[in-house]
């Protein structure tokens, strides 16, 4: 199978503002990976990196260091040419202000034709892309209107069309129904939807809103410019009656009522339809949930203990610890699985960094899924791999 169609290693992003000698780290090495034809939605705090991200994803910015890939593009690599065909042909906007979207004095038609008239595309072959894309969002019969003359929802499908008009491989959009109601905004989504069925379209959606969120294939949060937690939808969705598969068995035990619950914490979507869990970057790095930090108070540091499936985190010096698992850093050789310990510094906001044995022993991958066992927290690896690598 083909790799993921976008990936982003280590991107980190410093603004620097010359005038107040001041340096922003926008991001901090962050990682992604987005499958071609995904819907993946991207949420987090306001100023926590989402834009400077789509920036960079659109060649709109350059990172400060990492790399990153998008349909074989090396966007650090790109010369001025290469980098003004990558925006015109590869990927495609939309903003959550219309006025940016749409040229206000030119007709939907005129609008989604222009695109194409930068990139050379005659007159004829214009008229009837315009209007099969516009069939396409729904606006086949607004083709001679002006965006004042459109609602927001409509205004926002005609951003789409012209997004599409040289036909990306991506859609950016960044808040695209910041502006909407539910339901209009619910409609944008679903067009967005299928438009990664029918075209194959992937598209990468910045929003606040849950409801977004939990219409798309995958959604990842950001915090302070990391990828911190993802949450999946579930291909079936798991009535709570149904049998678990043996991982999820394994990982909610008798805590499963906890475990439901913290399903999918950070945008707020159910566990019978979403699932979710912490993202592990290539370092080791991940981010404990908020509701892990209240669960247990760790004050700043933990005591790992890392079994040969799993890894506990104590608080430090709480664990009755058997006599035999003292030595610190050491495999204790004769028990049942062998344990190692270690202590890592768990800073406020929950972040932390696996070190290479727990990494090396617990088959991680790039996910982990966090249960609250009451007086300590655990990671399990991931049964099921939704990362695209
Ligand atoms: P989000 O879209 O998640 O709200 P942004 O990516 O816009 O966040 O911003 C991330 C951080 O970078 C914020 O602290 C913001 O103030 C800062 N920032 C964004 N753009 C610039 C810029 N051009 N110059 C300086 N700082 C910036
Ligand atoms: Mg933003």
């Known amino acids: 199978m083909a790799g993921p169609l976008v990936t982003c290693e280590n991107l ?4 620097k503002q010359q005038e107040a000698n001041i340096e922003v780290v926008a991001l901090q090495g962050l990682d992604l990976e987005v499958r071609a034809g995904e819907l993946l939605a991207i949420v987090g705090r306001s100023g926590s990196g989402k834009t400077t991200l789509m920036n960079i994803l659109g060649a709109l910015d350059q990172p400060s260091a990492g790399q990153c890939s998008v349909a074989g593009h090396a966007l650090t690599r790109l010369g001025e040419r290469e980098r003004n065909a990558y925006r015109r ?22 609008n989604v034709g222009l695109p194409q008239m930068l990139a050379g595309v005659s007159g004829g072959r214009r008229a009837r892309r315009s209007a099969e894309l516009l069939e396409r969002v729904g606006l086949g019969t607004m083709a001679k209107k002006r965006p004042e003359q459109l609602s927001g929802g409509e205004q ?35 067009l967005l939807r299928d438009l990664t069925h029918t075209l194959g379209l992937t598209v990468i959606l910045v929003t606040h809103d849950p409801a977004v969120a939990a219409a798309a294939d995958r959604t990842i949060a ?23 598969t043996p991982t999820e068995a394994r990982l909610h035990g008798s805590d499963h009522q906890a475990s439901e619950q913290s399903a999918s914490a950070v945008i707020g979507l159910p566990a019978s339809t979403h699932r979710e869990s912490v993202l592990v970057d290539r370092a080791g790095r991940l981010q404990l949930p908020e509701e892990a930090l209240e669960a247990v108070e760790f004050a700043g540091r933990a005591e790992l203990r890392i079994l040969a499936d799993h890894v ?17 850093g050491t495999a204790v050789i004769g028990l049942p699985s ?28 790039r996910h982990a899924a966090v249960r609250l066992a009451g007086d300590h927290v655990e990671l399990w690896p991931l049964g099921v791999s939704s990362g695209g690598a």
């Open 12 to 15: 980190v992003k410093i603004y």
């Open 89 to 110: 042909f590869v990927v495609g906007h939309v903003w959550q202000q219309s006025g940016r979207n749409l040229v206000g004095d030119l007709t939907l038609a005129e």
């Open 156 to 190: 926002q499908r005609g951003a789409v069309a012209v997004a599409l008009a040289n036909g990306p491989r991506v859609l950016l959009a960044d808040e695209p129904t910041g502006e909407l109601d539910a339901q209009t905004a619910a409609g944008v989504v679903a």
């Open 222 to 244: 950001i915090r302070d410019g990391r990828t911190s937690t993802e949450t999946v939808r579930r291909e079936q969705p798991a009535p709570p009656q149904t049998p678990m």
């Open 312 to 328: 506990e985190l104590w608080p430090a010096g709480t664990r009755p610890f058997a006599a035999d698992e003292q030595a610190t």
């Open 338 to 365: 062998e344990v190692y310990r270690e202590t890592v510094v768990i800073d406020r906001a929950g972040w932390l960094q696996l070190s290479e044995a727990a990494l090396d022993r617990v088959p991680f991958g």
